[in-house]
């Protein structure tokens, strides 16, 4: 049994059958129990009536006799006086009269005379008394009979008895008569069990006692009994079984006799009315339970609707519907079940659905409303865009994670003010986001929107009173005839890793290499660290120039790798990719180790050693172990810290400003000295820079280049090296390739210059050579 609306009509119509079956019954049976008794009372009041009938109709049968009895000529007892009376007063109802003497002899009329002495009436008559006689077979006719005999008295003397024959139809008839219903009978019978009179029907039965009968007939059993019971007294009622049926049966005495009238009727018969009740009742429960039960039904269903409504919504809620909500049309407990099942849906919806972090639609969802679009018509109006952190977690680590969120949340503002209104923003993994369309892009919107995007969240963080930058990757997938066969989700993640590798904050469409080269980027990287251990990697060394007397100042350590398939690699080709997968610390650490060798080297052979500068990545430098490993090498090869200069970008510097002071003071305490790497392409404000402790500022070599091509360029320049001075920083240029760009720096009173003009990166065998021979 499933549903609660069957249960529902089940259980009413239980209760409603509980409720109209006993009250039917009881009212059945309670009619039953009085009809019953009115029967009873009906037929033992039939039985006295026919008892007293009888009595009088018999005291009316003997009236005559008696009357004769006293007549004088029958009181002589002389026979043919009493004859010729007898003669004169037949009487049509006695069929024959005659005389009894004391010795029990009859006299009849037609001289026969004939000893009856051996009777019962004939003793019982001798003895004073009027008496009938049972139902008897006649000596003088041999038919049966009933004999009734009246003593003859004369002074109180017995004389003798009138006897005469009474035929046993006429009690018949007069006991049929009195049956009760129409099937009912009636007997009289004595109370010795002899049938005085029995029903017609019963006529051919030739047995003269009922207990004969029973003994012949055992459905007369019941039927004895009954009499036999009845035996002691005066009236009653009571029934019995007779032939499959039950018999309701009153009596009677019948007086002066030993009679006793029994009249019975057919119970069934007799409770014909109570059946007719019974059906009418059952008639009557069965159309008020169809009644009940389109009732049932209809206040079930009224009240279980809501239930069953419920019940599919449950469902459909469990199939993944979350749009599905109840409309409570009552205030009762189920309006509010229905209230709270929206409540509950609104916040599976909020909770599956959104980023708990920056309530943007979450990853569960982007994944599913792609995987939707791809597999309709609309697959090719797709296009999607990632924008990713780059190296998200440095903040986590540098900042705690209560600055990581708060920097996601305001992430995600600035992408959501550039994102247009037909565009649609998700929180996709960790520190990756994506904007989606699902239109057909106009023209280069997409790259438009990435660039917004881009320059958005390029600006500064003020967040808990600290003010931070980052870096961010950008992937654009949109849908070509080259691209159709991909996975959006998994191109656009490819292209913002391309991005990533060619660099930060750039943007990357996907095409169909960027696969191929990703998976050479990835062998890439785990190569790094066994190129290490194998000694792959080298060091070349380019001196800075002091550009007025031309003599080598310092020289900078640049790495190389001899990659055993790829060849020879620059450092363009892996810093980035080191610094992704962290193995740059690895790199820095070996660099060291290797600058500082050189050094020792020199001292050993006690020569005089170069001031050697070395370029530091980001990630090494944000580690707070930063200043004790390089400590630890210093002291590990005995190397004075002077001799050493450390190269930092500007937005090494100042992404944690305070930080940074701090680390480079410690630094320039114990002698180390410090450069600030490709001044003038970072975004860093003036005031930054004017707090950190440094010595030097190396001007980016693209300005250099740039001085021969554009006056602007040059002015640039002067300016940096104007205000460096002011500011007292040596100033280094890189990149000087030419005897002008020499000429101008010099005219503008820069100190020193490191470029191809001078030497390119060499090993350090010829970079000693070239210094002797210079
Ligand atoms: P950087 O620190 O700006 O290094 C100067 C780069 O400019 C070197 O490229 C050098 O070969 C190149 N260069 C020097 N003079 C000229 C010139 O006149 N014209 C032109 N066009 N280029 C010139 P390189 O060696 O390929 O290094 C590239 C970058 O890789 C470096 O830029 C530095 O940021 C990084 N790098 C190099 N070695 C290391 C290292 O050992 N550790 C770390 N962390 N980064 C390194
Ligand atoms: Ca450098
Ligand atoms: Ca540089």
Known sequence: MKSVK?????YSLSLILLAVLPLGFGAYFSFKKILVSEVNQAIVRVAEETADHLNSYIEQFIAPLVGISQNEQIISMDWPLQRDILNAQINPYYLSVAVLDSKGNAHYVDETTLDLSDREYITEALSGNISFSEVITSRKTGEH?????????????????????????????????RGYGENGRAYIISDNGAFISRPQQEKDDTTLN?????????SFDAFAEFVQNSNSKQSGFGSYAFQDEQILMGYASVHETNWKIYVGTVEDEALDNLIHLAKTFIGLIIVSLIFCSLLAFYVVRRFVKPIVELSSLFAKGALGNLTVRFMPKSNDELGSLGQSFNRMMDSIKTLTQYDPLTSLLNQYVLEKEVETLVNSEGSQKLSLIMVAIDKFSSINNSFGYA????VLCEVAVRIAKCTPGDYQLYRYKGDEFIVMGTKFPVGDELYTISQKILAALHERYQIKGKNISIDVSIGIFLWTEETRAEEPLKAVTNAMNYARYIGSNQIQKYNPLIHANLLGIRQLQTDIISGISEEQFSLVYQPMVDLENRKVVQIEALIRWKHPKRGLLYPDQFIDLAEQNGTITNIDIWVMNNVCKQIKAWKDIRQKPFIISINVSAKTFEDKKFVPIIVDIMNQYGIEPSLIQLEITERMAIKNVDESIMKLNELRTMGIRIAIDDFGIGYSSLSYIIRLPIDSIKIDKSFIQNMNKSKEARALVSTII??????KYNVIAEGIESIEELDYLKENECDVGQGYYFSKPVSIEELVKNCQAG
């Open 6 to 10: 069957t249960k529902g009509i089940l």
């Open 145 to 177: 009979v009933i004999m009734v005999a009246v003593p003859i008295f004369k002074d109180k003397v017995i004389q003798g008895a009138l006897i005469a024959r009474l035929n046993d139809d006429f009690l018949s008839d007069f006991a049929l008569t």
């Open 210 to 218: 009922i207990y004969e009968a029973a003994q012949k007939d055992n």
């Open 403 to 406: 600055m990581g969120d708060a």
């Open 722 to 727: 104007s205000l460096c001075k002011t500011l």
